[in-house]
Every structure is written in C-alpha cells, then in structure tokens.
C-alpha cells in the first residue's frame, strides 16, 4: 500500500514539475519578446510635399524628417515616391551617405529634389534601416496615412539581389 501512494505522489510531483517547466517556459519567452520590442528602433516619417518651385523649374523639394521610437537605428535607405492626381508617379532617394544614426532625442531632415508633376495626391516611403548591432535589417514602407504598411526583417546581405531588382523594377515604373 505504502508503495502505491508513493508512486502516485511521484507521478503528481512529476506532472507539477512539468506544469511549472512549461509555465517558466511560456513566461521566459514572453519577456524575450517584449524585450526585442523595446530594442527594436521603430521610424516615424514627417513628409512635407509644399514645393519650394521657383517659376520655369520642373524640380521642386520635399521636407522630409525621421525620427525613431524605442531604440537608435542606424539609416541606410529613404526613398519615396509621390503619387499625383493622374496617376503618374515621381521618385525620390534621399542621399544619406554613410549610415547615418539617429537617436530617440534627435530628428534628422532631409530636403530631396522631386519632379513636380501636378497636384501631389499621396506619398509612400520605403525605409530600409537596421538597430545599431546590425544584427538585423529593416524595411518598413509607409503612406501619407501615417501607419506602417509593412515592415520585413531581414538579414543583412542575405537578400540583396532581391533588393537590388526591386528597385530595377521600381525605377521602370516610374519610367513609364
């Protein structure tokens, strides 16, 4: 009898201790994630398309200001492309040079040239960027609507072809 009810308490102190593996389990990775959250540098993009066009110009500049949440990232890519009331597209890269920095406590501005092709309807935003481990590569892509259409992480150098042909692709849009 004494045998039964301690193989029975064993199989008990068994399920208990899986339970509580599996519980600690679940929590560690919950705070994993909120983790990498808090880690991960978030882009805000302020684009200011009133064109400073001197008559006789077809170019006219953009105001463009980003700032992160959260984290610094480290900028490597902007490019936008405006949208005008009949359908044609313009496009933008903004020269960063080196990958610049950008803190939490501090914006930086960029003022692209852009060809003025009428009445700006929308903008979006391709934003490519990475923390400042680089252990991971960013790319969000924005609207003039103010949220995040998408945003992809990838490892850096992995997909460069890819990247490299949707520009390509891209640029024969805007082409067109």
């Keep these: 009898?004494?045998?039964?009810?301690?193989?029975?308490?064993?199989?008990?102190l068994m399920g208990i201790t899986a339970f509580y593996a599996w519980s600690n389990?679940?929590?560690?990775r919950i705070m994993e994630s909120d983790f990498r959250a808090r880690t991960q540098?978030?882009?805000k993009l302020g684009v200011n398309l009133e064109s400073s066009k001197q008559a006789g110009q077809k170019d006219c500049y953009m105001m463009v200001v980003i700032?992160?949440?959260?984290?610094?990232?480290?900028?490597?890519?902007?490019s936008i492309h405006t949208t005008f009331l009949d359908g044609r597209?313009?496009?933008?890269?903004?020269?960063?040079?080196?990958?610049?920095?950008?803190s939490p406590l501090t914006a930086a501005e960029f003022s692209p040239a852009y060809t003025d092709l009428g009445f700006a309807q929308e903008w979006t935003a391709l934003i490519i960027y990475t923390d400042l481990g680089e252990?991971?590569?960013?790319?969000?892509?924005?609207?003039?609507?103010?949220?995040?259409?998408t945003t992809?992480?990838?490892?850096?150098?992995?997909?460069?072809?890819?990247?490299?042909?949707?520009?390509?692709?891209?640029y024969e849009m805007d082409r067109k």
């Design 152 to 170: 992809m992480e990838r490892v850096p150098g992995v997909f460069q072809k890819l990247v490299a042909k949707a520009k390509e692709q891209i």
């Design 135 to 149: 252990a991971m590569e960013f790319h969000t892509k924005l609207s003039s609507k103010g949220f995040s259409l």
């Design 89 to 102: 597209v313009s496009h933008t890269d903004c020269l960063i040079g080196d990958p610049r920095i950008i």
């Design 41 to 43: 540098p978030i882009p």
């Design 67 to 78: 700032r992160t949440e959260n984290a610094p990232m480290r900028l490597k890519e902007l």
């Design 25 to 28: 389990y679940r929590v560690m």
């Design 1 to 12: 009898m004494l045998a039964w009810i301690t193989a029975t308490l064993t199989f008990v």
